[in-house]
T-cell receptor, first 111, second 111 residues
Framework: DQQVKQNSPSLSVQEGRISILNCDYT??????FLWYKKYPAEGPTFLISISSIKDKNEDGRFTVFLNKSAKHLSLHIVPSQPGDSAVYFC??????????FGKGTKLSVIP | NAGVTQTPKFHILKIGQSMTLQCTQDMNHNYMYWYRQDPGMGLKLIYYSVGAGITDKGEVPNGYNVSRSTTEDFPLRLELAAPSQTSVYFCASSYSGVEAFFGQGTRLTVV
């Protein structure tokens, strides 16, 4: 029973274009959401987060959008760069300091 | 500033053997976590701690034990290793209980 779903295992985008990574969740108790980036043979690195009281959070080239009614969030990367090529994990928490992770989406940015 | 340090990076364990994965952080974070990541899957929480002397089970605790005698260290003990425990193990720490900093991981193979 996956509470956090990333339905696209992979995504290819041209350098300079927008990358959109999607995440759906089923647990309406989740009150904060995070995106992590992971390179091979390294641990995940925190990228950006959003609280359930917001619908958008921006940090440089990265923007996360939250649609609570649809239980959907997305990460936009603009413009995409080759160094953004990595696996991106969506994670959600419900106030208990435990995160539930999706399976990840592998982003490839083509020069 | 080392962040979260995990040892060893790689290990091969025989079925039935025991071992301890070490994790230490130098950021004075109260929250610490152990996750495992199986191929093609997201991270699953094994155990977590909200402070020295306090630990609690996560989603997949069976076959593991933890202790938290100091703020810095959070070792994970595997007793009677089984092939199903072949995985990559990540330790993480957090100041707020939301954004977490991960170590580089321990790749464990049980044969």
């Amino acid at each position: 029973d996956q509470q956090v779903k990333q339905n696209s295992p992979s995504l290819s985008v041209q350098e300079g274009r927008i990358s959109i990574l999607n995440c759906d969740y089923t647990n309406s108790m989740f009150d904060y959401f995070l995106w992590y980036k992971k390179y091979p043979a390294e641990g995940p690195t925190f990228l950006i987060s959003i609280s359930s009281i917001k619908d958008k959070n921006e940090d440089g080239r990265f923007t996360v959008f939250l649609n609570k009614s649809a239980k959907h969030l997305s990460l936009h990367i603009v413009p995409s760069q080759p160094g953004d090529s990595a696996v991106y994990f969506c994670a959600a928490g419900a106030g208990s300091y435990q995160l539930t992770f999706g399976k990840g989406t592998k982003l490839s940015v083509i020069p | 500033n080392a962040g979260v340090t995990q040892t060893p990076k790689f290990h091969i364990l025989k079925i039935g053997q025991s071992m301890t994965l070490q994790c230490t952080q130098d950021m004075n974070h109260n929250y610490m976590y152990w996750y495992r990541q199986d191929p093609g899957m997201g991270l699953k929480l094994i155990y977590y701690s909200v402070g020295a002397g306090i630990t609690d089970k996560g989603e997949v605790p069976n076959g593991y034990n933890v202790s938290r005698s100091t703020t810095e260290d959070f070792p994970l003990r595997l007793e009677l290793a089984a092939p199903s425990q072949t995985s990559v193990y990540f330790c993480a720490s957090s100041y707020s209980g939301v954004e977490a900093f991960f170590g580089q991981g321990t790749r464990l193979t049980v044969v």
